[in-house]
């Protein structure tokens, strides 16, 4: 690992763990960051920063991936309600025709668990 990737991962975990704090703070972003002496946008390039690198830790589907037959003893359904209303989302991805909306509230367990099942069922 070169210096820089150190420094890279280094601030990655950094920042994720100044995000969860003011997650579980349970205070608005902007409150939370006043709190604590950070400017609102470095909080919320932080969070970007941390979102793409999770995005980077899944792995690649190809092609292939999508057309392999799913076992019936792995595979679960769930009965969901459809909103009436949408809530509002700062990045949306399209899969299969299906929609998964995050906000900048979202947290790193949250993205991954949800980005995970999407790669089973895909």
Known sequence: MTTQEVKHHYSIQ???S???ECITSGLPVRQW????GILEGSYYYW???????TLEDFP??????????V????TVFAKLPI???RMPADVILSVNGMEIGFNNTATVELIHAVLSAVNKVC
């Open 71 to 74: 076992s019936q003893n792995s």
């Open 18 to 20: 100044i995000i969860q």
């Open 83 to 85: 909103p009436q209303k």
């Open 47 to 53: 969070l970007k920063k941390v979102r793409l690198r």
């Open 33 to 36: 960051c006043n709190q604590n």
């Open 14 to 16: 950094k920042w994720t």
């Open 60 to 69: 690649t589907v190809t092609p292939e991936d999508i057309h392999q037959p």
